[in-house]
């Protein structure tokens, strides 16, 4: 063949190793294909490892179980005081942490609990949630155990038709045994206080609880004290717990019957810890206030909790929406809101649902209300936030509320009843005004306020309840940490109010990229707060302990 024959060869005739950019082989292909798909299956086995080796946190799945299945409850008719909600506490293993939650609700009769039941297995159904009866042979009840990924998460119990134990009589026969057993420890003896008897409801049970301070004497172990209460309780099938409170040296001790709290006692063993006791009195110093002796600022009745006069009395109308500028904008990446709860210490159906909260609410709990010094610690114990509710003068001029400090008093005995309000409320980190309208609007006052708690590890949260308040400001030329709120959200008890307030707190931190509220230990606060919290996350908005905005 010649030359230019061979130069014209057509490309059949060429080697596949000579041809300019020929295809690969089928070989080839699948070659790649093969080590293509290995790959993706070595990725996929590598991300599902490391999702089995991450620790999950299904503290929020357990908060969104809780609040799904009040809002079923809630829509079948049943009444929020017929609703308990309680923690059990938090659990982990190795791949996740997350709290368990119980609910205990009863229903008129036992003919609802059945459709109830159903509404909650569909619900859970829809959000890949297991619904296990764990009672089944009961024919007017049911407890349903609902379980995320084999961890279980709450628990309900569905009460139908029965009327309520009356534990009146038996919970006083308990505090009676209790005080005895107090009474019998000596010499030295004890010096014992003891609160008026605050009537408890569940769904099961009705009954009365107290709570006593005793003083134990230098001599006197602590631990004889309650060697003495757990004999008597043994004889009277109750049973006790005792918490040590850090940084105090006393002890909280819980007698129950039958699960249900009727006797709280805090051990003190010296003269500070009394002080800050459920039940303390002040020491005289020797002056007098307002034609009072110190002593008698707690001798002011204590309010009843629905009856406490709101934050925000002194802004009527549209003054709660103008009284004070917004927020300056500021750059942000995740817009993120406060929220403060105040007048805490009561105990009761409400702070056992506001307990089993998000614990990123801050709780800013009155002193020398019943349960002031438990809520305080219970809520320190389940990752809260506690501040100091202090009472201060509003514009009635007269003491309202125990330990109240007012305008003319003087500089030692504002310190001497914000010290002792302090002891009250363990694990305080900071404060923020109970009313205070005319102590708020007094800059000497507060100046003396404020450099009586200047040296303490504390900050300060105007509430903001006058227009003219100039607590804020004092703070800020005091170089106190501090900040104040944007938004009171339940002075308007209908809950719809609470709620359109809410949404415009989450407005206005959408808009600034922050946004301080506060609300209140009440009936008609608690459900909407359930329900508005878990929408605040599903429109992006974090909910963060009121120290994130301390400036």
């Known amino acids: 063949m010649s030359a230019q024959e061979d130069a014209i060869k057509s490309p059949s005739q060429v080697p596949s190793s000579e041809r300019l950019g020929a295809p690969a082989s089928w070989t080839s292909i699948t070659l790649c294909a093969i080590i293509v798909v290995l790959a ?24 969104d179980l809780k609040y799904h299945v009040v809002g079923i409850l809630q829509d079948y008719g049943v009444a929020s005081d017929y609703i ?7 659990r982990q293993d190795e791949g996740a942490v997350w709290t368990t939650h119980r609910i205990d609700a009863r229903l008129d009769d036992a003919e609802g609990v059945p459709p109830v039941v159903e509404a909650i297995r569909s619900d859970m159904a829809n959000r890949q949630v297991a619904v296990y009866d764990t009672v089944s042979s009961a024919t007017d009840s049911a407890e349903l155990r609902l379980a995320y990924r084999g961890r279980n998460l709450l628990y309900v119990t569905l009460h139908g038709g029965e009327e309520r134990l009356d534990l009146v009589d038996a919970s006083r026969a308990i505090t009676q045994t209790v005080l005895d057993a107090l009474k019998r420890v000596g010499p030295p003896s004890l010096e014992i206080e003891q609160k008026p008897a605050v009537a408890r409801a569940s769904t099961e049970a009705q009954w009365e609880s107290v709570a006593i301070t005793a003083r134990v004497p230098d001599r006197v172990p602590a631990s004889s004290v309650l060697n003495e209460v757990r004999e ?57 206030f307002a034609g009072l002796e110190l002593e008698n600022a707690l001798a002011v009745d204590l309010p009843d909790p629905e009856e406490l006069p709101l934050d925000s009395e002194d802004l009527n109308g549209d003054a709660q929406d103008q009284a004070f500028p917004e927020p300056q904008p500021r750059e942000w990446e995740v817009p993120q809101v406060a929220i403060i709860v105040d007048d805490g210490g009561y105990g009761g159906w409400i702070t056992e649902r506001i307990l089993a909260m998000d614990n990123n609410l801050t709780l ?51 310190k001497e009843l914000t010290l002792n309000a302090l002891e009250e409320v363990p694990y305080a980190i900071g404060l923020n005004n109970h009313t205070g309208s005319k102590f708020t609007s007094d800059c000497d006052a507060m100046r003396v306020f404020l450099e009586g708690i200047q040296d303490l590890p504390l900050f300060f949260v105007d509430s903001r309840t006058i227009k003219t308040s100039c607590a804020y400001a004092m703070a800020q030329e005091l170089n106190i940490p501090c900040a104040a709120r944007d938004l009171f959200l339940d002075h308007d008890p209908n809950p719809k109010r609470i709620k359109e307030r809410f949404l415009q707190l989450m407005d206005i931190a959408k808009r600034h990229g922050r946004g301080i509220g506060i609300c209140h230990f009440r009936k008609n606060t608690v459900p909407v707060m359930e329900a508005m919290l878990p929408e605040m996350e599903k429109a992006g908005i974090e909910l963060v302990p009121i120290s994130e905005f301390i400036e």
């Open 40 to 63: 993706a299956l070595l990725c996929s086995m590598l991300f599902v490892r490391f999702l089995d080796e991450r620790v999950q946190d299904l503290r929020p799945k357990s908060r």
């Open 84 to 90: 308990d909600s309680v923690v059990e506490g938090s």
């Open 232 to 288: 008597a309780a043994l004889r009277s099938n109750v049973d006790v717990s005792s918490t040590v409170l850090d940084g105090r040296k006393g002890t909280l001790v819980r007698v129950t019957y039958d699960g249900l709290e009727c006797v709280q006692i805090l051990l003190a063993q010296n003269e500070s810890e009394v002080a800050g006791a459920l039940s303390s009195k002040l020491p005289l110093l020797g002056f007098q």
């Open 364 to 414: 800013s709990i009155l002193p020398y209300a019943t349960y002031s010094t438990v809520t305080a610690t219970r809520a320190y114990e389940l990752g809260f936030e506690v501040m100091l509710h202090m009472p201060m003068e509003n514009s009635i001029g007269r003491l309202t509320f125990p330990g109240q400090i007012t305008t003319d008093m003087t500089p030692a005995e504002i």
